[in-house]
């Protein structure tokens, strides 16, 4: 719990700073810095999906796997199409893909007892089903909040894939505008610290006012909490499973999954909500050119967006 927030605060508290100020701007949309931001979200992106792919798509049954799951979720779009998908990509790599041999020897790890370990999954499932039907039942608020945890628990692949479920728990239903969306995320990316932290900003702008601190804390425990017992249940059965090489074949196929949902939120809203004209453009490739070729600390590409944004946009 230490590490945790000595790891996650200051990025959590800057997110916080950041929602506020998102939320000042009398029309983000227009903003040249926000659209700056935006196009750095597209940047990063574009750069994460095409790192994904070459580490977690080695090979032809998990690239066409992942282009697959991108061409059914840009047809259908639902939420729920995002938990098929993982759940579709865990069953083809049982039967169709052979991931290599990762483990290292023997790890010996302070391991709780497989009854509490038990304890810890069923809270978590308990949690997901509640936080799933809460979700469908409500909206405003409670409703946002439950689909926060709905998105702490189903990432899979690294932080950059909270993006497409956020953005389809969060903006498909309204309760967050797509410039509002992508310009917090293009200030997450600008902080160490866990992506996740992004969740914090979205709660400070979905509550707003007064209470948008007590928005962005709630956020914050919520996208956190279903990682947290997810590593601490399997820990006690950890040692068997990581063993066995029908889980490492269905870990394989719903991270060649995870790269063709986050292939189709580079697309849209990503791109889609960013790019809007030869100048965004032209921006685009310029902080690209940044990142990849020169290549510029994260950071100052974050920079360099939302100046340039602000100067020409």
Same mark, same amino acid.
């Given at each position: 719990?230490?590490?945790?927030?000595?790891?996650?605060?200051?990025?959590?508290?800057?997110?916080?700073?950041?929602?506020?100020?998102?939320?000042?701007?009398?029309?983000?949309?227009?903003?040249?810095?926000?659209?700056?931001?935006?196009?750095?979200?597209?940047?990063?992106?574009?750069?994460?999906?095409?790192?994904?792919?070459?580490?977690?798509?080695?090979?032809?049954?998990?690239?066409?796997?992942?282009?697959?799951?991108?061409?059914?979720?840009?047809?259908?779009?639902?939420?729920?199409?995002?938990?098929?998908?993982?759940?579709?990509?865990?069953?083809?790599?049982?039967?169709?893909?052979?991931?290599?041999?990762?483990?290292?020897?023997?790890?010996?790890?302070? &391991?709780?007892?497989?009854?509490?370990?038990?304890?810890?999954?069923?809270?978590?499932?308990?949690? $997901?089903?509640?936080?799933?039907?809460?979700?469908?039942?409500?909206?405003?608020?409670?409703?946002?909040?439950?689909?926060?945890?709905?998105?702490?628990?189903?990432?899979?692949?690294?932080?950059?894939?909270?993006?497409?479920?956020?953005?389809?728990?969060?903006?498909?239903?309204?309760?967050?505008?797509?410039?509002?969306?992508?310009?917090?995320?293009?200030?997450?990316?600008?902080?160490?610290?866990?992506?996740?932290?992004?969740?914090?900003?979205?709660?400070?702008?979905?509550?707003?006012?007064?209470?948008?601190?007590?928005?962005?804390?709630?956020?914050?425990?919520?996208?956190?909490?279903?990682?947290? $017992?997810?590593?601490?249940?399997?820990?006690?059965?950890?040692?068997?499973?990581?063993?066995?090489?029908?889980?490492?074949?269905?870990?394989?196929?719903?991270?060649?999954?995870?790269?063709?949902?986050? $292939?189709?939120?580079?697309?849209?809203?990503?791109? &889609?909500?960013?790019?809007?004209?030869?100048?965004?453009?032209?921006?685009?490739?310029?902080?690209?050119?940044?990142?990849?070729?020169?290549?510029?600390?994260?950071?100052?590409?974050?920079?360099?967006?939302?100046?340039?944004?602000?100067?020409?946009?």
């Amino acid at each position: 719990m230490i590490a945790w927030l000595g790891f996650t605060m200051p990025s959590a508290a800057i997110m916080i700073l950041a929602g506020y100020g998102v939320a000042a701007l009398e029309n983000p949309g227009q903003s040249g810095l926000i659209q700056g931001l935006k196009l750095v979200a597209v940047v990063i992106v574009a750069d994460a999906v095409w790192s994904m792919a070459s580490s977690l798509c080695p090979d032809r049954n998990r690239r066409l796997l992942a282009l697959f799951c991108a061409a059914v979720l840009l047809t259908l779009g639902d939420p729920l199409v995002q938990i098929g998908l993982i759940v579709l990509g865990g069953v083809v790599g049982a039967f169709l893909i052979r991931a290599g041999d990762t483990t290292t020897g023997e790890i010996v790890l302070p &391991t709780p007892s497989k009854r509490i370990g038990t304890i810890l999954l069923g809270v978590f499932g308990v949690l $997901l089903v509640l936080a799933i039907v809460v979700g469908a039942g409500t909206s405003g608020f409670v409703a946002a909040q439950a689909a926060v945890f709905q998105a702490g628990a189903l990432v899979f692949g690294g932080g950059h894939m909270v993006l497409p479920l956020l953005q389809a728990v969060m903006v498909d239903p309204g309760y967050v505008s797509a410039d509002d969306f992508l310009a917090g995320y293009g200030v997450a990316l600008a902080l160490p610290g866990p992506l996740f932290t992004f969740a914090v900003f979205l709660g400070t702008v979905l509550y707003g006012g007064a209470g948008g601190v007590v928005g962005g804390v709630i956020a914050l425990v919520l996208i956190f909490l279903p990682g947290a $017992l997810l590593v601490l249940g399997p820990l006690s059965f950890w040692g068997q499973i990581r063993t066995r090489k029908q889980a490492r074949h269905v870990l394989a196929g719903v991270n060649a999954a995870v790269v063709g949902i986050l $292939l189709a939120a580079l697309y849209d809203p990503v791109f &889609t909500s960013g790019v809007e004209d030869r100048v965004d453009a032209a921006l685009l490739i310029i902080l690209f050119a940044l990142l990849k070729l020169l290549p510029v600390p994260v950071w100052r590409v974050v920079a360099a967006g939302a100046i340039g944004g602000a100067l020409v946009l």
